[in-house]
């Protein structure tokens, strides 16, 4: 077993002011996003300096979905009791899957704004999405956060405060999947002219049975524990919609012309 790094949560203390390294993650995220996309606008008919009015949509869906996500898919009742509970976000997290349904709502916004389909807008964003996910697991991991189920891998680490038992590093398991490798597939698949839909199908697909298979290592929520026959977790419950959407997202786009991704400009017949 390893010891687990020691790690100050706070990156930088200025007097009062104290940047946390969590907080940074989020920066990272949107900031590597923003560098991408510009690079990529011409895409969608869009000027570079129109990635930042979208990435400002994205982090208020971020932001606003995943805090009313956790609220009500991981504190239900905490948030029936107390409802301005809600708003004491250094009081509980964030949701993944509440986010991306913040981030939908935002695209969809912002694709009628700019005059773009829904599809064309979710196709080019899902490529830039896993830098935040790696990012933010890597936030996680800093402030031992996530702690994996008990193991005797050789690399497993004690988490402070946890009983000295060896855990899977689960936060780094999903940086590694949610992060490294759910870019390089979307990046390399992004890579060439697709269906409308079919990256975003993928996205979904990966997404899901990434998180599906890491919720394995990854101790259940204290609040809720399993939710269905004493393995199933609230995160893979959440993620099976995904999975099963991304299919039929991926089968429907089977009857789109192929996207040369530019506004004005007709898609090439299947």
């Known amino acids: 077993m390893l010891a687990y790094p020691e790690i100050d949560p706070v990156a930088v203390s200025l007097g009062p002011l104290k940047i946390h390294w969590y907080g940074l993650m989020y ?27 979208m990435l400002f ?16 898919f991981y504190g239900f009742d905490r948030f029936l009791d107390n409802p301005l509970w809600i708003f004491q976000v250094w009081d509980g997290g964030m949701s993944f899957h509440g986010g991306l349904l913040g981030v939908l709502l935002a ?35 800093i402030n031992h956060e996530l702690p994996g189920r008990v193991t005797d891998v050789p690399w497993a680490l004690v988490f402070p405060g946890m009983g000295g038992q060896g855990r899977h590093p689960s936060s780094l398991y999903q940086f590694f999947l949610e992060g490294v490798v759910l870019f390089g597939v979307l990046w390399m ?27 394995f290592f990854r101790r259940p929520d204290p609040q809720l524990g399993f939710i269905a026959f004493d393995w199933l977790t609230m995160g893979q419950l959440l993620s099976l919609p995904m ?28």
Do not use: M
């Not at 920066?27 to 009015?53: E, M, N, S, T």
């Not at 949509?57 to 009500?72: H, M, T």
């Open 57 to 72: 949509y994205g982090a208020l869906g971020v932001v606003l979905g995943g805090r009313i996500g956790y609220a009500l």
């Open 107 to 141: 695209a969809l916004l912002f694709a009628r704004k700019h005059g773009l389909a829904f599809f064309q807008l979710t196709d080019f964003i899902a490529p830039l999405v896993p830098i935040g996910l790696g990012a933010g697991r890597i936030g996680n991991f």
């Open 189 to 215: 698949a992004s890579l060439s002219p697709r269906r409308r839909g079919f990256i975003s199908g993928l996205f979904l697909i990966c997404y899901g049975a990434f998180r599906f298979l890491s919720e």
């Open 243 to 270: 999975i099963v959407a991304g299919i039929a997202l991926i089968a429907w786009s089977r009857h789109n012309g192929v996207d040369d991704a530019r506004v004005g400009q007709p898609a090439a017949q299947a």
């Open 27 to 53: 920066v990272i995220g949107f900031v590597g996003a923003w560098w991408l996309g510009r690079r990529r606008a011409d895409r969608l008919g869009l000027k570079p300096d129109d990635i930042g009015d």
